[in-house]
């Protein structure tokens, strides 16, 4: 399953941006949901996550306290809200699952592919 990650550009150091991820043929809901990252040069690396189950949230220890993930059922989308954005955010985001409900699964899963990403760039 690969999902589409979008909302990303270019913004300064302190701004926001909203990140969408969406799908097709499979409901959100129904399982966890990560955010990656990736920056130039350097691996994937886990930034949020939500849960199916319980809806509970994971956030990277770089993000805490800046980001915000949700779900909004209806429109069967995730979303990944990014307040005070720095330069060192810069990645692309992407969104995944492994068809899990738990963070703990999807959050350590070796994903062998990505979906589309969205480049975030955050610069003066």
């Known amino acids: 399953v690969q999902l589409q990650a979008s909302g990303g550009g270019l913004v300064q150091p302190g701004g926001s941006l909203r990140l969408s991820c969406a799908a097709s043929?499979?409901?959100?809901?129904?399982?966890?949901i990560g955010w990656f990252r990736q920056a130039p040069g350097k691996e994937h690396e886990g930034v949020s996550c939500?849960?199916?189950?319980?809806?509970?949230?994971y956030y990277a220890d770089s993000v805490k306290g800046r980001f915000t993930i949700s779900r909004d059922n209806a429109k069967n989308t995730v979303f990944l809200q990014m307040n005070s954005l720095k330069p060192e955010d810069t990645a692309i985001y992407y969104c995944?699952?492994?068809?899990?409900?738990?963070?703990?699964?999807?959050?350590?899963?070796?994903?062998?592919?990505w979906g589309q990403g969205t480049q975030v760039t955050v610069s003066s």
């Open positions: 043929g499979i409901t959100l809901d129904e399982y966890a």
């Open positions: 939500i849960s199916s189950s319980d809806s509970s949230t």
């Open positions: 995944t699952t492994d068809l899990s409900v738990s963070c703990e699964s999807a959050m350590t899963f070796k994903y062998g592919s």
